[in-house]
């Protein structure tokens, strides 16, 4: 059994634009509500992540801002590090930086982008972050970010090689919970499939000298005494899973606020996950859970 002594951290990752002043609310209910970290996804249709991390800076003071997760497909190396070092100086060093190779063809084809296999999207997402180390890492390199050595790094993986490069490169490793079918589907990973994920990450990163931070991204809370009923709408979506089964998935949080909350402390001591993400519209229903467990 994975333990972790790692405080808890709790992220909410933002998907909803918003004209300036709904944003800046929003971004300050999360602070207000004790979140760590405000996140931004980077897909087509969605806030981009850069502008709206500044925004989301100058309207709060104590939260981490990130990119959760970057597609890397999307992204020129050289062209990233002048974002990431510009949005670190006016955020005040609050910036994490995340990555991840993207899942969705239809994006990238709209956005005129190559998709490319798996290898070459791993392999790009490499490059990426050796390029990121190599231009940031410079004091050639204009303009500077604030933090140093580097901004934070993470990684979401769920692949082996993927995990493997997690493992050797990332301050924060992020599970998806979740793979990828043909088409970009996702589909949720069991809780033993999970521990056999984070084996792979574990064994690999055996020899740091500084353990990385374990991220889990939740896809489903519901705070309620009826358990069964709040999952019973996504079962025609996973048939292959029963409702036990369902209801024991790690990216699933269903029940009481105590409940919820000895789950979340389990799933710590089990796989090690102590940064939990949850979506923007599960922030106030997630937001007992983060109070409850404040400074644990």
Same mark, same amino acid.
């Given at each position: 059994?994975?333990?972790?002594?790692?405080?808890?951290?709790?992220?909410?990752?933002?998907?909803?634009?918003?004209?300036?002043?709904?944003?800046?609310?929003?971004?300050?209910?999360?602070?207000?509500? +004790?979140?760590?970290?405000? !996140?931004?996804?980077?897909?087509?249709?969605?806030?981009?992540?850069? @502008?709206?991390?500044?925004?989301?800076?100058?309207?709060?003071?104590?939260?981490?801002?990130?990119?959760?997760?970057?597609?890397?497909?999307?992204?020129?190396?050289?062209?990233?590090?002048?974002?990431? $070092?510009?949005?670190?100086?006016?955020?005040?060093?609050?910036?994490?930086?995340?990555?991840?190779? +993207?899942?969705?063809?239809?994006?990238?084809?709209? $956005?005129?982008?190559?998709?490319?296999?798996?290898?070459?999207? *791993?392999?790009?997402?490499?490059?990426?972050?050796?390029?990121?180390?190599?231009?940031?890492?410079? &004091?050639?390199?204009?303009?500077?970010?604030?933090?140093?050595?580097?901004?934070?790094?993470?990684?979401?993986?769920?692949? &082996?090689?993927?995990?493997?490069?997690?493992?050797?490169?990332?301050?924060?490793?992020?599970? !998806?919970?979740?793979?990828?079918?043909?088409?970009?589907?996702?589909? @949720?990973? !069991?809780?033993?499939?999970? &521990?056999?994920?984070?084996?792979?990450?574990?064994?690999?990163?055996?020899?740091?000298?500084?353990?990385?931070?374990?991220?889990?991204?939740?896809?489903?809370?519901?705070?309620?005494?009826?358990?069964?009923?709040?999952?019973?709408?996504?079962?025609?979506?996973?048939?292959?899973?029963?409702?036990?089964?369902?209801?024991?998935?790690?990216?699933?949080?269903?029940?009481?606020?105590?409940?919820?909350?000895?789950?979340?402390?389990?799933?710590?001591?089990?796989?090690?996950?102590?940064?939990? !993400?949850?979506?923007?519209?599960?922030?106030?229903?997630?937001?007992?859970? *983060?109070?409850?467990?404040?400074?644990?």
């Amino acid at each position: 059994m994975a333990q972790s002594p790692r405080p808890f951290r709790f992220g909410v990752n933002m998907l909803s634009p918003a004209p300036v002043d709904e944003w800046r609310a929003k971004c300050q209910r999360a602070e207000a509500l +004790g979140y760590d970290v405000i !996140t931004v996804a980077d897909h087509l249709g969605m806030p981009a992540p850069f @502008p709206a991390l500044v925004a989301a800076a100058e309207a709060t003071e104590r939260p981490r801002l990130g990119t959760f997760v970057l597609n890397t497909g999307f992204w020129n190396p050289a062209l990233l590090a002048r974002e990431v $070092a510009t949005t670190d100086a006016l955020t005040g060093g609050r910036l994490e930086l995340g990555l991840g190779t +993207g899942y969705v063809q239809a994006e990238h084809e709209t $956005a005129g982008l190559r998709w490319g296999s798996p290898r070459e999207r *791993v392999d790009h997402l490499l490059r990426t972050v050796e390029e990121l180390d190599r231009l940031l890492g410079s &004091d050639a390199h204009q303009p500077q970010a604030l933090q140093k050595p580097r901004v934070p790094l993470l990684i979401g993986a769920n692949g &082996d090689r993927m995990l493997r490069i997690t493992a050797e490169h990332a301050d924060i490793a992020a599970f !998806t919970g979740a793979r990828t079918l043909e088409g970009g589907t996702l589909v @949720p990973v !069991t809780a033993e499939e999970l &521990d056999a994920r984070v084996a792979v990450h574990r064994e690999a990163a055996a020899g740091r000298k500084e353990p990385a931070e374990l991220n889990l991204l939740i896809q489903i809370v519901s705070v309620t005494d009826d358990r069964a009923a709040a999952v019973a709408p996504w079962l025609p979506r996973i048939p292959h899973l029963t409702e036990r089964q369902v209801l024991e998935l790690p990216i699933v949080l269903v029940g009481t606020v105590e409940q919820i909350v000895e789950q979340v402390r389990a799933q710590r001591q089990r796989y090690g996950f102590s940064y939990l !993400t949850v979506l923007e519209p599960a922030m106030e229903a997630f937001a007992p859970v *983060v109070a409850a467990l404040r400074g644990e």
